[in-house]
Nanobody, 126 residues
Framework: QIQLVESGGGSVQAGGSLRLSCAAS????????MGWFRQAPGTGREGREG??????????IHANIVVGRFTISRDNAKNTLYLQMTSLKPEDTGMYYC?????????????????WGQGTQVTVSS
């Protein structure tokens, strides 16, 4: 089993910054990639969209809507995943989830991730 715990969410004004963290524990050696997803208010799990992902080699993929504003990183020694968010916009508001994938089909598709955290709320006001 793998446990994921997010932190760092909060309320900021548009243009502000936040850094999200995700601490992983358990059988972390089995993780091949980790990612951040977000779910807008009023949407269900099917509305969860991929924000960014990073594999064990440090390769990253960022969704077009966050390129140049968000940066995913990972500290393997601390088993911690980060998401640095800058130039935040009201449309970035949502619940942000950390996820871990054990398979070989690395992508930003939520179906490829087997473990999920409980989420941390990000609210951006205009």
């Amino acid at each position: 089993q793998i446990q994921l715990v997010e932190s760092g969410g909060g309320s900021v004004q548009a243009g502000g910054s936040l850094r999200l963290s995700c601490a992983a524990s358990g059988y972390t050696d089995s993780i091949y990639y980790m990612g951040w997803f977000r779910q807008a208010p009023g949407t269900g799990r099917e509305g969860r969209e991929g924000v960014a992902t990073i594999d064990n080699y440090g390769n990253t993929i960022h969704a077009n809507i966050v390129v140049g504003r968000f940066t995913i990183s990972r500290d393997n020694a601390k088993n911690t995943l980060y998401l640095q968010m800058t130039s935040l916009k009201p449309e970035d508001t949502g619940m942000y989830y950390c996820a871990a994938g054990l398979g070989r089909r690395w992508s930003l598709k939520s179906d490829e991730y087997q473990y999920w955290g409980q989420g941390t709320q990000v609210t951006v006001s205009s």
